[in-house]
C-alpha cells in the first residue's frame, strides 16, 4: 500500500512517499509509517470479527481472587515474551464467557503489530462452513483457497474447537488442518468450551467431540490453559440494566 492511499493524515517526516532523508547524507531509507501500514493491512486480513477487535492483553481484567484467570493472563504474557523462539500453541479450555477468545485475540494481534507477522483469526464453525460452500465436485481449488491461508500464516487462532457436531467428514478436516500446521512448525492457538476430562455424568469432552487421535496430536503442539470463573458477560450484562 502507497502511504499516500492511507485514510491517515500524510506523514510528517516522508510527505507520503515512504522514504525518509537520513540526515547528514545524501541517502534515504523506508518510513516508520510503512510498518505502521503494515501492521494495520495484516490486523484486516486477520478476520478477527468486530466484536473482539478491541480485545488486549491490558483489557483482560481477571475476576476478583481468580487464580485461573490469572494465571492464563500470564501465560499468554509469557508467550508473547518468548514469541517468536517457541514451538508450542496455547489450548484455552472453559466454560462460556471466562475469555478464552479475548486471551486468543490479545496474543494474535500482539503479534501481528510487535513482530509483522501474518496471523489469522477463524470461528472453526465458519472454516468449515466455508469449506463445505466451496466444494466443487469438478474441480477443488475453491476448497484449497480457503485452506491456504489457514495452513500458511505463521499463528492462526482457531475458536471454539469442537463446536460443530463430530462427523467423519469434519474430523478429517479438522485432523487435515491439526496435522498440516503440526508438520510444517506453524503455532495454533485453540479455544473449545469443552473440558479435558468430564466432571459431570453425561459431560462431552473434547476428545468426544474430535477424537482420541487428534486430541493426542494436540498435546505434543498445544500447552493447556483452564480457566474457570463466572460468565463475564452475564456479569457485565446484569451491571448495565437499570430499571
Known amino acids: 500500500m502507497n502511504p499516500s492511499e492511507s485514510t491517515h493524515d500524510t506523514c510528517a517526516v516522508c510527505g507520503g512517499s ?38 488486549d492483553l491490558e483489557s483482560y481484567k481477571p475476576q476478583s481472587g481468580n487464580a485461573s484467570q490469572i494465571q492464563a493472563k500470564n501465560v499468554v504474557g509469557k508467550f508473547l515474551g518468548k514469541y517468536p523462539s517457541i514451538d508450542v500453541g496455547l489450548l484455552f479450555i472453559g466454560n462460556c464467557g471466562v475469555g478464552k477468545t479475548h486471551l486468543a485475540v490479545a496474543l494474535l494481534k500482539q503479534i501481528i503489530l510487535e513482530k509483522k507477522d501474518r496471523g489469522l483469526f477463524f470461528d472453526f464453525r465458519d472454516l468449515l462452513r466455508e ?15 480457503v485452506l491456504r491461508p489457514v495452513l ?11 463446536a460443530n457436531k463430530p462427523t467423519d467428514w469434519v474430523r478429517d478436516t479438522i485432523g487435515h488442518i491439526i496435522n498440516c500446521r503440526y508438520n510444517d512448525k506453524k503455532l495454533t492457538v485453540f479455544t473449545s468450551n469443552y473440558p479435558d476430562t468430564s466432571e459431570r ?21 498445544c ?18 440494566y437499570r430499571f
Not at 462431552?204 to 494436540?218: K, V
Open 152 to 162: 500458511s500464516a505463521e499463528v492462526v487462532v482457531l475458536d471454539e474447537l469442537g
Open 18 to 55: 515512504g522514504w525518509e532523508h537520513v540526515e547528514g547524507t545524501v541517502t534515504v531509507r523506508r518510513c516508520a509509517c510503512l510498518e505502521s501500514l503494515q501492521a494495520e493491512r495484516l490486523l484486516v486480513e486477520a478476520r478477527i470479527p468486530k466484536r473482539y477487535q478491541h480485545c
Open 201 to 221: 455424568p453425561g459431560e462431552e469432552t473434547l476428545t468426544d467431540r474430535i477424537g482420541a487421535r487428534l486430541r493426542s496430536r494436540m498435546y505434543e503442539m
Open 131 to 145: 469449506i463445505q460452500n466451496s466444494w466443487n465436485p469438478v474441480s477443488q481449488s475453491s476448497e484449497l483457497e
Open 223 to 240: 500447552k493447556v490453559v483452564e480457566i474457570r470463573g463466572e460468565d463475564f458477560r452475564k456479569v457485565i450484562k446484569q451491571a448495565n
